[in-house]
C-alpha cells in the first residue's frame, strides 16, 4: 500500500498542529509519487507518532541547554541517567531497548494505563468537587455578607423601635403617676367630705335627692341633645343597616362585597362600551365629513371638476393603499392600545366616583366624630363625673383581672406544651437508650470485609483463598456499579417527570395571564404593608364593635325613655322664669363646645 499526500498530510497534521497552510495535500502528493521515497513514507508514518516530535517549549529548553553547556550526548548522556536512576534501576531499564521486548513494554504500558483510569477519575470527581466546594464557599461568603448587611439593618430598626418604645413608656409611666395622684387626692377629698372635714363641698351640702334629681335632669338633657344632634344620622344608619347581625355576619359582608364588586364590574363594561360607541362615532363623523368636503369639492358650486381617467385610477389606487394602511393602523389600535386607554379610562371614572364617595363618607363622619366630640365635652364638663368613679375603679379592677387571666392561661399553655415535648424527648432517649442496649447485648455482626482484609495482611500463601477473594471484591463492585446506575437514572427520571409536569403547569399559567386579564394577586406586597394593613384591619374591627356597642345602648335609653314631654316643661318653665339667663348659658355652651382644647383633654386621659 502506497503512502498518499492525504495520509502524510494527516500524519503531519496530528503531529503539529501549527503546520502552515500553504503545506496542502497536492503539494505532498508531487513528493509521495516518487518511488525511492515510499519506504521512508511508510517508516515514518507506522513509527513516528507525537512522543518523537518536540513541542515549541522543549525546543526552547534544548536551545537554552545548549547555550549554558548542560545538553548531554552519548556516554555522558548515560552516566547521567546511571546516577539519576542509581535508586530505581527499573527507570533505566525503560530507556535502553536494545534487550528488551518493545511490545511486551507497550502491553504493560497499557495494563498500568487502564489500571490507572480510576484513579485517574476519581482525582477528577476530587477537582470537580474542591471546585464545587470553592463556588459554594463564595457563595456562602455572599450569602453571609447579606445576611451580616440585613442583620445590621434589623439591629438598627431593633435599637430604633426600642428607643421609640423606651420614649413611650416613659411618657406612660408619667402619666400613670399623674393620674394616681389625681385619683388620690380625689379618694382623699371623698373620705374628707364622708367624714365632714375640711372645705364644705357642694355635693356635701346638696340632699342626696336633690343630688339624684340634678343627675337625672342632666340625663334628660343630654338625651333631648342627643336626639336633635343624632336624628338624621341614626335614621340614616337604620336605613342602611338596621340589623346589626349583619355587620358581624362575616357571609353577609362577603355578599355585599361581592354585589358592590359586580356592580362596578356592570359599570366598568357599560363605561367601556359607551367610550367605545364614542369613538366609533366620531371616526364615522370625521370620515362622513371628509367624504362631504370631497363630494362639495368635486360638484364646485354647479361647476363640476371631472377627473381624467388616468388621474382617477391614481387617486383610487392611492386611496385604497391609504385605506389598507388606515385599516391595519385601526385594527392594531383597537386591538392593543385603544381597549388599554379605554380601560384606564373606566377605571380611572370608578376610581373618582369611589373617591368622591370616600371623601363624602369621611365628611359624615367627621361631622359625626365633632358632634360625638362636643357631646363628650359637655359630657365631661358639665356631667356628673366624679358619681362614676366607682365604675372607673371597678373597670380598671376588671382590666387588671383580665391581664392576670391571660398571663395564667398563656403560663398554662407554655408548661402543657413543655411537658409535652420533654414527655416526647423522655420517650425518644428511653427508645434509643434501649436500641444501644440491644447493640452491646448482640454478638459481633459478621463482617467478610474485614475477615478477607485479615487474611490479605495475614503471611498466609494460600492464593487460590486470595483469588476467590478478589473475584467476590470485583463482583460486589460491579454489582454496587449498577444498583448506583439504576438508582440514579429512576432519580433523575423522577426529577425529569416532575420538571416537566412544572413546565406544563407554568406554561399553561403563563398563557391563562397573556390570553385573560392579568391577576392582581400575583401582585407583589411588602411585609411592612402586610403587617400595617392587618393592624389597621384589626384596629377598625375593635372601632366597629365599639361603635355599634355604644349604638346599641344609646338605642336601649332611647325605647326606655319614650318622650321628652317632661323635659320640654322644664325647659319652658326656666325659660318663662329666666330668659335671659337660659340665653347666655346657650352662647357659652356654643363657645365652650367649638373650644379646640378637645385634644389636649384626651392627651391629659
Same mark, same amino acid.
Given at each position: 500500500m502506497s503512502i498518499s499526500g492525504k495520509i502524510l498530510y494527516n500524519k503531519v497534521r496530528?503531529?503539529?498542529? !501549527?503546520?502552515s497552510n500553504v503545506v496542502t495535500p497536492e503539494l505532498l502528493?508531487?513528493?509521495?509519487?516518487k518511488p525511492a521515497v515510499q519506504p521512508f513514507l511508510k517508516w515514518f508514518c507506522e513509527n513516528v507518532s507525537y512522543v518523537n516530535v518536540l513541542s515549541d517549549e522543549e525546543v526552547q529548553l534544548k536551545n537554552k541547554l545548549q547555550e549554558t553547556g548542560e545538553w548531554l550526548e552519548g556516554p555522558e548522556l548515560d552516566l547521567a541517567l546511571q546516577e539519576a536512576t542509581a535508586d530505581c534501576p527499573d527507570l533505566l531499564e525503560l530507556t535502553t531497548y536494545d534487550d528488551k521486548d518493545i511490545d511486551n513494554l507497550f502491553a504493560e504500558h497499557e495494563i498500568l494505563r487502564d489500571s490507572n483510569k480510576e484513579d485517574e477519575s476519581y482525582i477528577e470527581t476530587l477537582q470537580n468537587g474542591i471546585r464545587n466546594l470553592k463556588k459554594l464557599e463564595a457563595k456562602l461568603e455572599e450569602? @453571609? !455578607?447579606t445576611e451580616e448587611e440585613c442583620l445590621v439593618k434589623e439591629n438598627i430598626e431593633v435599637e430604633k423601635a426600642y428607643q421609640d418604645c423606651s420614649a413611650i413608656v416613659e411618657k406612660f409611666d408619667t402619666n400613670n403617676h399623674e393620674f394616681f395622684k389625681e385619683v388620690a387626692c380625689l379618694l382623699d377629698t371623698y373620705a374628707e367630705a364622708a367624714e365632714n372635714k375640711g372645705?364644705?363641698?357642694?355635693w356635701t351640702q346638696m340632699p342626696l335627692e336633690l343630688f339624684t334629681k340634678k343627675v337625672e335632669l342632666y340625663n334628660h338633657y343630654l338625651h333631648v341633645h342627643i336626639k336633635r344632634q343624632f336624628k338624621n344620622s341614626q335614621k340614616e344608619e337604620e336605613k342602611t343597616d338596621s340589623n346589626y347581625v349583619s355587620l358581624i355576619d362575616d357571609s353577609q359582608e362577603k355578599r355585599i362585597d361581592n354585589e358592590k364588586l359586580q356592580e362596578l364590574a356592570m359599570c366598568k363594561a357599560n363605561l367601556t362600551n359607551a367610550n367605545f360607541k364614542e369613538i366609533s362615532a366620531k371616526v364615522q363623523e370625521e370620515s362622513y365629513a371628509a367624504m362631504f368636503d370631497y363630494v362639495q369639492d368635486i360638484y364646485n358650486s354647479g361647476n363640476l371638476k371631472v377627473p381624467r381617467h388616468s388621474d382617477m385610477r391614481t387617486e383610487i389606487s392611492e386611496l385604497i393603499n391609504r385605506r389598507d394602511f388606515l385599516e391595519e393602523n385601526v385594527s392594531l389600535l383597537h386591538d392593543r392600545q385603544l381597549t388599554e386607554i379605554v380601560q384606564r379610562f373606566a377605571e380611572f371614572q370608578i376610581n373618582k366616583v369611589l373617591r368622591e364617595d370616600a371623601i363624602s363618607r369621611s365628611k359624615r363622619a367627621k361631622n359625626h366624630l365633632e358632634k360625638l366630640e362636643n357631646l363628650r365635652l359637655l359630657v365631661r364638663e358639665h356631667g356628673y363625673a366624679r358619681v362614676c368613679l366607682l365604675c372607673i375603679l371597678m373597670e380598671m379592677e376588671f382590666h387588671r383581672l383580665t391581664d392576670v387571666y391571660e398571663f395564667v392561661s398563656d403560663a398554662f399553655h407554655y408548661l402543657t406544651s413543655e411537658y409535652s415535648l420533654s414527655a416526647a424527648r423522655c420517650e425518644r432517649m428511653q427508645q434509643q437508650q434501649n436500641e444501644y442496649t440491644a447493640m452491646l447485648s448482640s454478638p459481633t455482626p459478621h463482617n467478610s470485609f474485614h475477615k478477607h482484609f485479615i487474611s490479605m495482611i495475614s503471611d498466609e500463601d494460600d492464593k487460590h483463598q486470595l483469588n476467590? @477473594?478478589?473475584?467476590?471484591?470485583?463482583?460486589? @463492585?460491579? !454489582?454496587?456499579k449498577t444498583k448506583k446506575q439504576t438508582i440514579l437514572e429512576s432519580y433523575l427520571k423522577s426529577k425529569i417527570h416532575k420538571l416537566e409536569t412544572l413546565e406544563e403547569e407554568v406554561k399553561s399559567r403563563y398563557l391563562n395571564e397573556i390570553q385573560q386579564t392579568p391577576t392582581h394577586t400575583y401582585k407583589p406586597i411588602s411585609f411592612e404593608i402586610e403587617t400595617n394593613h392587618a393592624e389597621a384591619v384589626d384596629s377598625?374591627?375593635?372601632?366597629q364593635a365599639d361603635v355599634t356597642k355604644i349604638r346599641n345602648q344609646m338605642k336601649e335609653r332611647l325605647k326606655l @325613655?319614650?318622650?321628652f314631654e317632661r323635659e320640654k316643661s322644664i325647659l319652658w318653665q326656666r325659660f318663662l322664669a329666666d330668659p335671659q339667663s337660659l340665653r347666655r348659658s346657650h352662647k357659652e355652651m356654643k363657645q365652650r363646645a367649638n373650644k379646640s382644647c378637645f385634644n389636649d383633654t384626651i392627651e391629659n386621659e
Open positions: 496530528n503531529l503539529r498542529s !501549527e503546520l502528493d508531487k513528493i509521495c509519487q450569602d @453571609i !455578607e372645705i364644705p363641698l357642694v476467590s @477473594i478478589l473475584d467476590k471484591y470485583n463482583n460486589i @463492585i460491579d !454489582e454496587n377598625l374591627q375593635k372601632l @325613655i319614650g318622650s
